[in-house]
């Protein structure tokens, strides 16, 4: 693969990718279950599982359920994000100009309408479980969904611990429940990872196949269930770590 890029050193915005399948249910299709990944990298490699991976299986999730003719009942948004390698500029950004903002928690009305948020952004490996982010509501809740693909491989792993440093925070920071799924390290950390490694060639496909049915399932379940993903308690007002004053 031959890839040719352009540097433009006159545009310094940063842009997200957006989509959504309408929710059908009257009292439910205002409410959103959202899912996503981040388009940049570092350039040393072309950024396959970092974060490539991640947004090739969120969009293969959505497409699954499309082609099977699903009518969600609640509205279900894709995004793609710019900037998280230089601090969740993307997802932050979106955050704190649609949802809020952590330093105050002055709360759009938005964000009491978002379910859930899911992300992917550790590499090519299969899903093994999820990161319930200190959320004990949802631990019985996520094992019986991930129950279905034991012979997958993904069954049962619900941790109450977080990974940090990618997208689902900025959810988290303004009260949604944000996540992020476990993965098999492969050789994320060791090779491909920020490095010029990270290239199509170190891509799984068969593990990147797994992992998009099971985020579909989780989408799919959100999107149907007669409640919303359970919450925790509201954060207090703060700084959002990664929150450098720029003018969102």
Same mark, same amino acid.
């Given at each position: 693969m031959n890839v040719q890029n352009t540097f433009y050193d006159n545009d310094l915005t940063g842009y997200n990718f957006v989509?959504?399948?309408?929710? %059908? &249910?009257p009292l439910l299709k205002s409410q959103i279950v959202m899912l996503g990944g981040h388009l940049d990298?570092?350039?040393g490699g072309t950024?396959?599982? &970092?974060?490539?991976?991640?947004? %090739?299986?969120?969009?293969?999730?959505?497409?699954?359920?499309?082609?099977?003719?699903?009518?969600?009942?609640?509205?279900i948004r894709?995004?793609?994000?710019?900037g998280e390698e230089q601090g969740l500029f993307g997802s932050?950004?979106?955050?704190?100009?649609?949802?809020?903002?952590?330093?105050?928690?002055?709360?759009?009305?938005?964000?009491?309408?978002i379910s859930a948020y899911y992300n992917l952004d550790n590499g090519s490996g299969k899903i093994r479980g999820i990161y319930a982010q200190s959320n004990p509501a949802v631990r019985d809740l996520f094992k019986s969904w991930l129950a279905p693909f034991a012979d997958m491989g993904a069954a049962g792993g619900v941790t109450m611990s977080n990974t940090g440093s990618t997208d689902h925070l900025s959810f988290d920071a303004v009260g949604i429940p944000g996540f992020q799924f476990i993965q098999?390290?492969?050789?994320?950390?060791?090779?491909?990872?920020?490095?010029?490694? &990270?290239?199509?060639?170190?891509?799984?496909i068969p593990d990147l196949q797994q992992a998009a049915v099971v985020v579909a399932a989780f989408v799919y379940n %959100?999107?149907?269930?007669?409640?919303?993903?359970?919450?925790?308690?509201l954060p207090k007002p703060e700084k959002f770590i990664f929150d450098l004053d720029f003018p969102f």
């Open positions: 989509a959504e399948i309408p929710g %059908t &249910d990298s570092w350039a950024g396959a599982t &970092d974060n490539g991976a991640g947004c %090739t299986v969120m969009l293969e999730a959505l497409r699954i359920i499309k082609v099977l003719g699903i009518q969600p009942r609640r509205t894709i995004a793609l994000w710019g932050f950004g979106y955050v704190k100009k649609h949802i809020g903002d952590p330093q105050n928690m002055q709360l759009s009305a938005e964000q009491a309408n098999d390290p492969l050789e994320y950390e060791t090779r491909t990872h920020h490095s010029n490694m &990270d290239t199509y060639d170190h891509l799984s %959100t999107a149907m269930r007669n409640e919303m993903i359970p919450r925790k308690p």
